[in-house]
Each structure stands twice: as structure tokens, then as C-alpha cells.
């Protein structure tokens, strides 16, 4: 006789690959993996390093060694933060994960979000295909940010929000959880962006195929340790990519 599956068990994930893009961040990145690879045997850590001058890949290759969880993806070639997500993603396709998350390795999205990211996107009769933790709903917010940032960071949303109709608060957020046919139905291999841009062009293409999307509050914070790699010039090309997915739009071809 076969037992009926309780409630938690039937929505309960197979396998979780969290995808970690990384580029110099020797200072946090085995510390971040202990505490994802500790929210239980479904969770599986790939770090996606271009080869950091810092050797973060070294000390991941290594930790590797002990720990079967933990996977690494050297990127040599090609370098840059759309580049590396966009591989992390086809990976962990490969490596049969039914969920992925993406997110910084700098504790700026703290690992205690990922099981409510999860539970989420799982929760049954809903259809979600994509959640995003966020500073923009209700209960979450920019910690230890200035007015100025938090004002800059309020207009770049609205500007995102209105270019692309995207029915969502927090546009610029780069932690999320993907249900493995989302990514597939956006045919991630096709990403474009070679830059943090990613973040915006991989939300456009979801809202196009009307799939679901969910916010769940986080606090974000400062990042812990080492410095952050974007720059203005990156920043101002994450606009212009905004106006290009419109015009991709317009003219059919996303
Ligand atoms: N593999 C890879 N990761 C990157 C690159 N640039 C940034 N990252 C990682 O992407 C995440 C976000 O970058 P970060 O510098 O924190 O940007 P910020 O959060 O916008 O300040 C971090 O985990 C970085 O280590 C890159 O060129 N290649
Ligand atoms: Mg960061």
C-alpha cells in the first residue's frame, strides 16, 4: 500500500541549486555557502567565478573537495556578471534542479530568505513561476542606505517599472528564486546581457510570457566584506539596455 504524501512533502523541492556569481569575494564566499548548504540536504551551492585575482575559485575548488554540495563553475573567458549568470543558470539546469536561486555572494541577500523564497514559490494553487525578494513591498526595505541612495534607487525602479509595464516593485533585486521551467521558457541560454543588466532583461522576459511573479519582503543589507564591482558606466549601460529590451518589444522580437 502506498502512503498519501503529507502537505509539506508534496510541495517540498527536490533539489535547490543556489547560484552564486563571484568576482573577488574570497572574504565571504565560503561562509555564505556553510549557511545555504545548512538549510538542508535539498540545497546544492554553485559558485560561477571569473576566475578572481582574490583565488575565490581556489578556495572553493578546495572546500569542494570535502564538501559534495558545493559545486564550482570556473569562467575564463567572457567575463562579466550577465555572462556568469547566464552559465550559472544553464548549469544548474544540468545539474536537475527543479528550483534555482541567484544571489550575491556578499550577504547583501541574507540566506535566512531563501527557505520563504522557496516556500514561496512551492506554496500550492499558486501560480508562481518566479519569486523576488524585495525592498519594495510591505515589511521589507534598504537597510543602512543614506536618503540619497534609497531616493536614487526609488527613481531607477519607477523608471524600469514604467519603460517596461513590469507589474512589480523591485526591479533592480538580483535575489531570486526561478522554477526550473521559467527558466527554460525564457530561454535563458539566449541572455544577451553582459553586464548586471541580466536583472532586468531576465524579469522583462518573464512578465512577457505572463508567467507569475511574487514578492517576498527582505531587509537588504551593505555588503559584508570586499568592494562591490559596479560601476557608473555599468549603471548608466543598465539603463540604455531598459529602453533597448522596449524596443525588442515593439518591434516582436522578445
Ligand atoms: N562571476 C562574476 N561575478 C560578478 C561579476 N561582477 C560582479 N559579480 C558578483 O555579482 C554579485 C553582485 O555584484 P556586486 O559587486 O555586489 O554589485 P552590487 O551589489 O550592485 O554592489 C556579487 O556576488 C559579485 O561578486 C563578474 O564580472 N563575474
Ligand atoms: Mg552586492
Known amino acids: 500500500m502506498t502512503e498519501e504524501p503529507r502537505a509539506d512533502e508534496e510541495t517540498r523541492p527536490r533539489r535547490v541549486v543556489c547560484t552564486v556569481p563571484t568576482f573577488n569575494e574570497s572574504m565571504n564566499i565560503l561562509a555564505l555557502s556553510r549557511e545555504l548548504l545548512d538549510l538542508g540536504p535539498e540545497y546544492q551551492v554553485l559558485v560561477v567565478d571569473d576566475d578572481s585575482p582574490d ?20 569562467r575564463t573567458e567572457d567575463r562579466g556578471r550577465g555572462r556568469a549568470g547566464r552559465d550559472g543558470f544553464l548549469r544548474a539546469l544540468e545539474m536537475d534542479a527543479d528550483i534555482v536561486i541567484e544571489m550575491d555572494a556578499d550577504f547583501s541577500h541574507h540566506p535566512r530568505y531563501v527557505p520563504l523564497l522557496v516556500e514561496r514559490l512551492c506554496r500550492r494553487g499558486s501560480e508562481v513561476g518566479l519569486v523576488l525578494g524585495s525592498r519594495g513591498v510591505e515589511g521589507g526595505h534598504d537597510a543602512e542606505r543614506g536618503l540619497v541612495r534609497q531616493w536614487v534607487t526609488l527613481l531607477a525602479n519607477l523608471y ?6 513590469l507589474p512589480v516593485r523591485d526591479c533592480n533585486s538580483g535575489f531570486r528564486c526561478w522554477r526550473r521551467e521559467t527558466l527554460q521558457a525564457i530561454d535563458v541560454g ?17 512578465a512577457r510570457r505572463r508567467i507569475g511573479i511574487a514578492e517576498v519582503p527582505i531587509e537588504f543589507h551593505n555588503r559584508a566584506a570586499g568592494e562591490s564591482t559596479l560601476t557608473l558606466r555599468k549603471l548608466l549601460k543598465g539603463y540604455f539596455t531598459v529602453l533597448y529590451l522596449r524596443w525588442l518589444a515593439l518591434t516582436g522580437r522578445i
Open 190 to 206: 539566449k541572455t544577451f546581457s553582459e553586464g548586471p543588466a541580466i536583472v532586468q532583461e531576465l524579469l522583462f522576459k518573464t
Open 160 to 165: 524600469i517599472r514604467v519603460i517596461l509595464g
Open 55 to 74: 583565488g575565490t575559485w581556489r578556495l572553493v575548488r578546495d572546500a569542494a573537495l570535502k564538501e559534495p554540495r558545493l559545486h564550482l563553475l570556473h
